[in-house]
Structures are given as C-alpha cells and as structure tokens.
C-alpha cells in the first residue's frame, strides 16, 4: 500500500519476523531480543542490515522484549520508548 501510493511513513517494528522486511521499511527503526524464540537471530540482523533499518537489540530478551528480570526490563523499558520518541520527532 505504501508503495503503491507513494506514501512517506515511519515504521517502528518490535520484534520484528523475518517477513516483516518483505514490505516497505524505508524509514524504520526496529526493537528485537535476542532470546527471541520467533525467530533466528542472525537472519534478521542480517534482514534489518540489506535494508537499512536500525535493529536495537535487547540482550537475553524474548519476543516480548522481557528478559524475566523486572529493574533491568523496566531500564530497557525506558530506553526503547526514548529511541522511540526520538526517532518519531526526527524531521
């Protein structure tokens, strides 16, 4: 649809699948953990890598970003929603 239309859109993947780069991420930043049991990590580093999406990786955490500790997830938390924020306000 984005393609189609021509649109310019900001994506945001948490945890991304592997076949969520086979649509348009032309302006994406992306959240993965890599205990994430969905998918194979180094495939979708190098999926996020031949198209360009930053990939913040969230270490020992599983497809929901957790990693069974609550003051480190709660850290990880914060920093996601930050890179996010960041990344929405960028011009």
Not at 54 to 72: K, R, V
Not at 79 to 89: L, N, T
Request: charged share 25%; proline share 3%.
């Amino acid at each position: 649809y984005v393609r189609e239309h021509s649109l310019k859109v900001k994506s945001v993947l948490f945890t991304p699948l592997a076949y969520t780069f086979e649509g348009e991420n032309s302006q994406a930043i992306a959240f993965h953990g890599t205990k994430d049991p969905w998918v194979d990590h180094a495939q979708l580093m190098a999926l996020a890598k031949s198209h360009h999406v930053p990939m913040t990786c969230i270490e020992g955490a599983d497809h929901s970003l957790n990693t069974g500790n609550l003051d480190t997830d709660l850290i990880n938390l914060k920093k996601v929603m930050d890179q996010v924020k960041a990344f929405i306000d960028e011009k």
